[in-house]
């Protein structure tokens, strides 16, 4: 990475690997000086250090060869944060599928469920089926990317319109070629903004404007106008992009930038950067920003203050909402439809910064919405803003098409909109018009959102000691007592801790209570409205559940285990609206529709091999999150045949999205094959043409490849005795004579012993 790009990323504050809490590396050393300072080949921790600074660089290939590296090696157990950024290259690649496989590869590994890949892996997962939507491009809007002048094979950004469109203000991060500055800086990079126009043949030479407040060795940008015109705001930061602080000023009747002024924001040790102005005639009004500093949700958070008499009042949080455990920056907020748009790296996107909307006011904001491409693609895509005339803006992205010093994806330029048919509306620009499914059905749709669904259990719960494969009790009756325990958990996950090791186990059992145990139930209830809404509109779905175990007991006993747990989810089904699902199930309900529940106890089969199985050991093998995670059931698959659905799975077999089977090395010795079944969920007869496996280590057997409706056969990968197989992902896709496109069956993560 040049040097002018790593400036430019902190003074932007894009720079989305470098502060990741998952494995965090100094970002003062650029991919070129890290591998040439190696004198021979790359260890396993050198590869993995390679990998990050060039995904920070954007040496897509280069990175994920150094990962690559990784998967080959026996050594992903001790850096499973590989399987997270081979997910973020195969996003920025588009290649949405094999994305999914490593994200959900990443979560076999819980003890890493507090870092922010693992947090990142698991909000992209639920909302995984909307990348799909977001990356279907809008027919109504198009982008453009601006000529120079104005745009260099430097990094120009934050463009905005003054008057009745006819000037264009912007920032331009490029060198001072008469100042070095250090040996680090040969020419000296600095940050300014500059004014343009539109002449009738293209656009008038860029002019810096000149800031009394200005100071050779800093950087200003982000400049922007309150609605009347009348006062402006801007950033100032150090030479080194640190003690960012917000600027405002007046502009006279001659439109003269005069009487700067500091905010009383701003404080030490942290940043205020990019910020947005509303402000009237009487000195009332708000400031957005963006900021670091302390109390916040994540990296930088978007932040506001209420302005009155010119006086800016103490920063208040936007609040869970808009800001995350990532980074939310450069806001903008349109008083026309009351939106603020803002990007963020958290909220599930395309790939790195995406940019988002959400309608509302200061507190109260509607559910946060990707506003979909071509706006938005797999790289980094902020500073969204829009016309005081139209609804037409501007962008800033490094996507394919700018122009660049050194590596496609080095730099960041400026990028027109237009839209189409254009109404004064926010909706033009969001999710809900620019960016559909080919569907009809809405309702599948986002229930897909919400799969997997996965609920949890306490230890040999329900009926402990039975062997029992049924049960009488529903799966609320075993959450609201499982909520009771939390307690003690607390104390028996923690017992012979001390001091901040404690406390830490402590608030990690609080976590896990809340955001899996009481997260995946409120999911669990609103799949159960949308699967009713669903088959009231007469559709014919199917739905798979599968059960799980921790190691603790035997294979049989866990079998019947795993079916109880099946058996109290399918239950709390049964019983909801005075059962009107058995309506379905039976197909008597007047509407036509009907309800299909595949059941699929897997035992122990596929437990962490790192739960401890000893029951003397109840620490670990009840208390630990670990163990927790392994005692579930998950409802994994959701077919509907919704009458003119463009997108019916016509020969019905299963293809589990979700299914994810994680082995290791010493495992994989003990054993010569895997078998996987394979449904048909369809109405007709199909028969599996071709298994495509992604290793040559593995034959395939299938025990019967003609399968009818409402039966299954068997897949067998049979593993070669004289090819053993590299840890690394495994892909299965299979064709049938129905469906024309292979589908992913599974995918098969092979792990390293620790």
């Known amino acids: 990475m040049s040097n002018f790009l790593r400036l430019f990323l902190i003074l932007s504050f894009c720079t989305f690997y470098l502060n990741l809490k998952c494995q965090f590396i100094n970002n003062a050393i650029t991919y070129d000086e890290y591998v040439s300072n190696i004198d021979k080949d790359l260890t396993i921790n050198q590869n993995f250090n390679a990998g990050k600074l060039a995904l920070n660089e954007f040496l897509i290939d280069i990175a994920r060869q150094h990962f690559n590296n990784i998967m080959e090696s026996d050594s992903l157990i001790h850096y499973p944060e590989t399987l997270y950024y081979l997910g973020e290259i195969y996003r920025y690649l588009e290649d949405y599928p094999m994305a999914k496989q490593y994200y959900q590869g990443y979560l ?86 500059y004014k343009t126009y539109y002449l009738p043949k293209g656009l008038a030479v860029p002019q810096k404007i000149e800031l009394s407040k200005s100071k050779q060795e800093t950087h200003n940008a982000n400049l922007t106008f309150s609605p009347n015109q009348k006062y402006f705001s801007f950033t100032q930061c150090e030479y080194t992009g640190d003690n960012c602080k917000i600027y405002w000023g007046e502009i006279d009747e001659n439109e003269f930038i005069k009487n700067i002024k500091e905010t009383n924001i701003n404080i030490n040790n942290s ?139 080095c730099c960041y330029d400026i990028f027109a909109f237009y839209i189409e048919d254009k109404i004064a509306t926010t909706e033009n620009i969001t999710i809900d018009t620019i960016s559909k499914l080919d569907t009809i059905n809405p309702l599948k749709d986002e229930i897909r959102t919400l799969l997997p669904i996965t609920v949890y259990f306490h230890n040999d719960i329900p009926d402990p000691r039975s062997w029992d494969t049924v049960t009488k009790y529903s799966y609320d009756e075993l959450y609201f007592e499982y909520l009771n325990l939390i307690d003690k958990y607390k104390k028996e996950y923690s017992k012979g801790m001390k001091g901040e090791d404690k406390l830490k186990a402590e608030q990690d059992i609080e976590n896990f209570f809340h955001t899996e145990i009481i997260a995946e139930f409120d999911k669990l209830q609103r799949f159960t409205n949308l699967l009713l809404e669903d088959l009231k509109n007469g559709s014919n779905v199917t739905i798979k559940i599968n059960g799980y175990c921790s190691p603790l007991h035997t294979s049989e006993y866990n079998i019947n285990l795993s079916k109880r747990r099946i058996s109290s989810l399918k239950n709390y089904l049964l019983k909801i609206n005075n059962g009107e699902l ?69 020969s019905g077999i299963f293809h589990a999205d979700s299914s994810f089977i994680s082995i290791t090395t010493s495992e994989l010795s003990q054993i010569n094959n895997i078998k996987i079944p394979i449904y048909n969920l369809g109405n007709e007869t199909f028969e599996i043409e071709n298994v495509n496996i992604s290793s040559d280590c593995i034959e395939t057997l299938i025990l019967n490849p003609i399968v009818m409706a409402d039966e299954k056969t068997y897949l067998n990968l049979i593993i070669k005795d004289d090819c053993p197989l590299k840890p690394g992902l495994i892909s299965i896709k299979v064709k049938t004579n129905i469906k024309g496109d292979e589908i992913h069956l599974i995918s098969l993560l092979v792990i390293g012993d620790k």
């Open 271 to 409: 940043n205020q950067t990019q910020p947005f102005l509303i402000l009237d005639n009487y000195g009332d009004g708000i400031l957005f920003f963006s900021s670091n500093r302390p109390g916040g949700y994540g990296g930088y958070d978007l932040y506001y203050s209420i302005v009155k008499n010119f006086n800016f009042q103490t920063p208040i949080n936007l609040g869970p909402i808009i800001n995350t455990a990532g980074n939310e920056i450069t806001p903008y907020y349109d008083l026309r439809d009351s939106t603020l748009f803002f990007s963020s790296n958290f909220h599930t996107g395309l790939g790195g910064f995406d940019i988002f909307s959400s309608q509302g006011y200061l507190n109260s904001w509607q559910k946060v919405k990707n506003i979909g491409s071509p706006i938005n693609s797999p790289f980094n895509d902020f500073y969204f803003y829009r016309n005081n005339y139209d609804f037409d803006g501007y962008i800033t992205s490094n996507r394919k098409g700018a122009y660049f010093m050194n590596g496609q994806y």
């Open 582 to 650: 058995s309506t379905y199930i039976e197909g008597t309900n007047p509407s036509g529709g009907k309800l299909k529940i595949i059941e699929e106890p897997m035992g122990k089969e596929l437990a962490s091999p790192y739960v401890s199985d000893n029951p003397q050991d109840v620490q670990k093998s009840i208390y630990s999150i670990a163990a927790a995670h392994e005692r579930r059931a998950q409802i994994s698959s959701y077919i509907s045949d919704f009458k003119g659905s463009k997108s019916v799975n016509k």
């Open 108 to 193: 076999m590994f819980p003890e890493h469920k507090d870092d922010f890949c693992y947090l990142h892996t698991k909000e992209l997962l639920t909302n995984f089926e909307n990348i799909y939507v977001y990356h279907k491009s809008s027919n109504n809007i198009t982008t453009r990317h601006l000529p120079s002048p104005l745009n260099t094979p430097y990094s120009e950004f934050a463009a905005i319109e003054y008057g009745d469109g006819g000037e264009i203000y912007f920032s331009s991060y490029s060198p001072n070629l008469t100042k070095q500055y250090s040996s680090l800086f040969p020419a000296y990079f600095r940050s300014d903004i």
